[in-house]
Nanobody, 125 residues
Framework: HVQLVESGGGSVQAGGSLRLSCAVS????????MGWFRQAPGKEREGVAT????????HYADSVKGRFTISRDSAKTFLYLQMDNVSPEDTGMYYCAISLRSCVWSFLGESDFLHWGQGTQVTVS
């Protein structure tokens, strides 16, 4: 059984920074991709960033390129999202997720991810 728990959300002023963490437990040996998604009020959930579970290949949504950085530890027990120069448009519930598919060559969509965390709220004012 795989479990993901996000933390690090909160309120931050525009231009500030926030670091989200996702603790991953259970058997993750067969998972190839880890990612962050977000859902703003009244909008659909969207992909923010993904990282290859066995390498360093990353993909970012255009809206966060140059501002957000995804990373993970080598044991795949923690996933991080460093959020810099945030704006009110970054407000939303942020979710971490893992996938059985590889994300080396493409930005996987929401339907490709099997396990999800409960989310952590980020509010930018």
């Amino acid at each position: 059984h795989v479990q993901l728990v996000e933390s690090g959300g909160g309120s931050v002023q525009a231009g500030g920074s926030l670091r989200l963490s996702c603790a991953v437990s259970g058997d993750t040996a067969g998972y190839f991709c880890m990612g962050w998604f977000r859902q703003a009020p009244g909008k659909e959930r969207e992909g923010v960033a993904t990282i290859d579970a066995y390498g360093a290949t990353t993909h970012y949504a255009d809206s966060v390129k140059g501002r957000f950085t995804i990373s993970r530890d080598s044991a795949k027990t923690f996933l991080y999202l460093q959020m810099d120069n945030v704006s009110p448009e970054d407000t939303g519930m942020y979710y971490c997720a893992i996938s059985l598919r590889s994300c080396v060559w493409s930005f996987l969509g929401e339907s490709d991810f099997l396990h999800w965390g409960q989310g952590t709220q980020v509010t930018v004012s």
